[in-house]
């Protein structure tokens, strides 16, 4: 699967996420969507309007310079925390530590 990213483009009022505790494991096929948010962290955008932010163990700066990543499919169809690696189009990995969900704050 390849993701590309647009770069980031300023928001007139950018909305603010409060993170929950989130998943060990995400279905590769309910992503829609993704945006780079950090050196250390991709939002994910999932079918049916659900956010979740996969939170690397270290900076991952290499996705910001080509604007997208790739996910290699696995045998169960999941990408999984302290498991599964986000691969940057330079060649680079970036290891996936946890995954959060997004709610809107107030």
Not at 76 to 91: N, P
């Amino acid at each position: 699967m390849i993701v590309r990213v647009p770069k980031r483009v300023p928001r007139p009022k950018p909305l603010r996420w409060k993170e929950k505790k989130g998943p060990k494991c995400i279905a590769m096929a309910t992503i829609a969507g993704a945006a780079i948010v950090a050196d250390d962290a991709i939002d994910l955008a999932l079918r049916g309007g659900q956010r979740m932010r996969a939170q690397f163990s270290s900076s991952c700066p290499a996705l910001d310079y080509y604007s997208g990543f790739y996910i290699l499919p696995t045998d169960d169809g999941q990408i999984c925390a302290d498991r599964d690696v986000i691969r940057t189009r330079s060649g680079g990995q970036c290891e996936i530590q946890r995954f959060r969900i997004l709610v809107p704050r107030d």
